[in-house]
């Protein structure tokens, strides 16, 4: 991916050679970063993290290629007005779903799930109103802005509501390993020694 990405980048005079690689600097050191700073423990909070801001990047792009129609007047056709409408209600639903699921295992709040009346009926209206929206965008209007944050919008909505509703209280813990103190011997050792002993 990353290949195809700085290949398009560089083919299409978008950026320069020093644009690529000071992306690449910021990217290796935040990586770096985060390697050691995150324990093992909190992993699923940070694969939740990536997983939204991939999510929130799906949106920018699909939202930059749409601005790119709107700017020179020609409306996208096609596959392209399709994609674009899918890149945005995709990214809002992964971005506010993947932070919803950041927050609750990371117990900025509740892990239960948030449950009300009518709640399934809710999620038809949201559900339905993102794919008329969409195919409204895609037919008749491809380069209404408004529109396309009304997607976006109401994808986020979905599943940020639909994570709400998870319950993850119940998620095995995961003791952190205990390190061996100097000239100790991992508990391994002495676990296996003890059964040839015996």
């Not at 992306?23 to 700073?37: D, E, K, P, Q, S």
């Amino acid at each position: 991916m990353l290949a195809a990405v700085v290949i398009t980048l560089i083919t299409e005079d978008i950026v320069n050679w020093g644009t690529v690689l000071a992306g690449l600097a910021v990217g290796t050191i935040l990586g770096v970063w985060a390697a050691v700073r995150v324990q093992m423990t909190a992993m699923p909070q940070m694969v939740a993290l990536l997983n939204g801001f991939g999510g929130a990047a799906s949106a920018l792009v699909a939202s930059a290629e749409l601005l790119t129609y709107w700017r020179t007047g020609t409306p996208p056709t096609g596959i392209v007005s399709v994609a674009i409408v899918l890149g945005v209600l995709i990214g809002g639903l992964t971005f506010t779903g993947s932070l919803v699921a950041f927050a609750k295992l990371q117990e900025l709040i509740s892990g239960r799930p948030t449950v009300f009346p009518l709640q399934h009926l809710l999620n038809l209206v949201l559900v339905l109103a993102a794919a008329a929206m969409g195919v409204y965008t895609v037919v008749w209007d491809p380069t209404n802005l408004d529109a396309l944050l009304v997607i976006a919008a109401l994808g986020a909505m979905v599943l940020g509501k639909r994570q709400a509703n998870e319950d993850v209280t119940d998620r095995p813990a995961v003791d952190e390993e205990v390190e061996p103190e100097a000239g100790e011997p991992p508990a391994e050792l002495v676990t296996a020694g003890e059964e040839e002993a015996s």
